[in-house]
């Protein structure tokens, strides 16, 4: 599975920005597609997942309420819909595929490039 993460870019506090990752090869419906950030001087955390078979969705509670993700099976593309952007949400994000388990720990066995957030005050 080979995974792209777009969408990044520079906004100002209050705005929005939507993330796409684009997955290719093998997929299968076991899988999630979680996005993870990590700020500058910080350990990368997960931010949200969802369930390619079921669409059930994860967040961490930070943004539960702030960020949105979906998915579009026909695209093979993870979305992550992000709005009332902060300077702290300012971060290169990953996206990232694999079973549950080793999604939520951070130890997926596919993971994008990144892409920079950067959240203007």
């Known amino acids: 599975v080979q995974l792209q993460a777009s969408g990044g870019g520079l906004v100002q506090a209050g705005g929005s920005l939507r993330l796409s990752c684009a997955a290719s090869?093998?997929?299968?419906?076991?899988?999630?597609t979680g996005w993870f950030r990590q700020a500058p001087g910080k350990e990368r955390v997960f931010v949200a997942a969802i369930s390619w078979g079921s669409g059930s969705t994860w967040y961490t509670d930070s943004v539960t309420g702030l960020f949105t993700i979906s998915r579009d099976n026909a695209k093979n593309t993870a979305y992550l819909e992000m709005n009332s952007l902060k300077p702290e949400d300012t971060a290169v994000y990953y996206c990232a595929t694999d079973l549950l388990p080793n999604v939520r720990a951070g130890k997926a066995r596919y993971w994008g490039q990144g892409t920079l957030v950067t959240v203007s005050s």
């Open positions: 090869g093998r997929t299968l419906n076991t899988y999630v």
